[in-house]
């Protein structure tokens, strides 16, 4: 079975601050997929990436970029000069030889004008 | 396109009563999947439909649960005799194929009185 940790509870930034989500998994799979999801307040859950377990390249996409370190079974998502609308609760989860989703608790994100 | 959409988007039942929640996948997606999510925390797996069929249904919580999927789009969750404890939002999300990313929609959310 799949399980996600992410440890920050809530985060608190001003604006145009960098700020990084910590994500952890464990696995037993050799082929799994690892995601971030954004729920702002409206409610509504926002694909924002998906990895391959093989492929270990950072990503970055406009203020967004993500660092997988298999060595650490960790996937850290980094938002580079933050912005209010930025506010949300934001989910790791990772599917494995199944596809279900297993979600992480979420960390919620505020940032302050 | 359009994308999942899931009726009601509230639902307000009294404890006994049968209810059913509807979602509308993506055009095309085989990949059909209900999640639960309660208050902080992140969303559960319930059911995941491959087709027509429920290729797993794991993370149904007991045997009031029951979800169709007859014509390989459209999915019924049903739940009979609900119970105080049902109350959360019920999400759904369709993929194209499994593993590939998971689209949600809004939820519906449901509060058994």
């Known amino acids: 079975a799949q399980k996600v940790t992410q440890a920050q509870t809530e985060i608190s930034v001003v604006e145009k601050e960098d700020v990084t989500l910590d994500c952890v998994y464990e696995t037993r799979d050799t082929t799994y997929y690892l995601f971030w999801y954004k729920q702002p307040p409206s409610g509504e859950l926002v694909f924002l990436i998906r990895?391959?377990?093989?492929?270990?390249q950072n990503e970055i996409s406009g203020r967004y970029s993500w660092n997988f370190q298999k060595s650490t079974s960790s996937f850290n998502f980094t938002i580079t000069a933050s912005q209010v609308v930025d506010s949300a609760v934001y989910f790791c989860?990772?599917?494995?030889?199944?596809?279900?989703?297993?979600f992480g608790k979420g960390i919620t994100l505020s940032v302050r004008p | 396109g359009a994308g999942v959409s899931q009726t009601p988007s509230n639902k307000v039942t009294e404890k006994g009563k049968y209810v059913e929640l509807r979602c509308d996948p993506i055009s095309g997606h085989t990949a059909l999947y209900w999640y639960r999510q309660s208050l902080g925390q992140g969303p559960e797996f319930l059911i995941y439909f491959q087709g027509t069929g429920a290729a797993d249904d794991s993370g149904l919580p007991n045997d009031r649960f029951f979800a169709v999927r007859p014509e390989g789009s459209v999915s019924t969750l049903k739940i009979q005799r609900t119970e105080r404890g049902d109350s959360a939002v019920y999400l759904c999300a369709s993929s194209l194929y499994r593993d590939n990313e998971q689209f949600f929609g809004p939820g519906t959310r449901l509060t058994v009185l």
């Open positions: 990895r391959n377990s093989f492929d270990e």
């Open positions: 989860a990772t599917t494995g030889a199944n596809s279900k989703l297993t």
